[in-house]
């Protein structure tokens, strides 16, 4: 049963405007949470983070929205470029491990 | 300063065999975890390595899985008597270790498992 949820597998996104990425959680005890991202061939590297103490956490052009009450989080992408086409994992961690989604693929259109 | 290495990058092998992975993590981290991504899929935890202290192979599949860290270092990742489903991108990351639970991994480039 997954814990952490990314209903949609791909997303395209004209190039400027705002990619929203969408992340669910069935466990209440996430109290951090943690977007990856992923190009082919590479592996996955630390985007942003949010603590369940906080609602928003902002770092440049990305955004991390938390909804507590809805198990709830949003990566937004303002304005989206095209090097931002990747797979997008949305992660918490639980005891020492660290449960990923399945990902959402972004595609950044000219 | 080097990133998290893994070879091979790809490796194809037949329905039985055994094969083995490796991964070199950033100098100095001693947080070492492995994970896979299936096709379609997230990435499932297998094994972590912390220091000298067990290893927590919780998520391991199957007995035909094991994983070694030599001198808190280098790991290897074996799988013996390899089936098709294990066809894969097999991960590795690395951590500072100082604090396993917020602690950003870095992860290697992968090996890609084709298992015929």
């Known amino acids: 049963d997954q814990q952490v949820k990314q209903n949609s597998p791909s997303l395209s996104v004209q190039e400027g405007r705002i990619s929203i990425l969408n992340c669910d959680y069935t466990?209440?005890?996430?109290?951090?949470f943690l977007w990856y991202k992923k190009y082919p061939a590479e592996g996955p590297t630390f985007l942003i983070s949010?603590?369940?103490?906080?609602d928003k956490n902002e770092d440049g052009r990305f955004t991390v929205f938390l909804n507590k009450s809805a198990k709830h989080l949003s990566l937004h992408i303002v304005p989206s470029q095209p090097g931002d086409s990747a797979v997008y994992f949305c992660?918490?961690?639980?005891?020492?491990?660290?449960?990923f989604g399945k990902g959402t693929r972004l595609h950044i259109l000219p | 300063g080097a990133g998290v290495s893994q070879s091979p990058s790809n490796k194809v092998t037949e329905k039985g065999k055994d094969v083995e992975l490796r991964c070199d993590p950033i100098?100095?981290?001693?947080?070492l975890y492995w994970y896979r991504q299936s096709l379609g899929q997230g990435l499932e935890f297998l094994i972590y390595?912390?220091?000298?202290?067990?290893?927590?192979k919780s998520g391991l599949p199957s007995d035909r899985f094991s994983a070694e860290r030599t001198g808190g270092s280098v790991s290897t990742l074996t799988i013996q008597r390899t089936q098709q489903e294990d066809s894969a991108v097999y991960l590795c990351?690395?951590?500072?270790?100082?604090?396993?639970?917020?602690?950003?991994?870095?992860f290697g480039p992968g090996t890609r498992l084709l298992v015929l």
């Open positions: 992660a918490s961690p639980q005891d020492d491990k660290i449960i």
């Open positions: 466990n209440s005890m996430f109290d951090y």
């Open positions: 949010i603590s369940s103490i906080k």
């Open positions: 100098s100095g981290h001693t947080a």
């Open positions: 390595f912390q220091g000298n202290s067990a290893p927590d």
């Open positions: 990351a690395s951590a500072p270790g100082r604090n396993s639970y917020q602690e950003t991994q870095y």
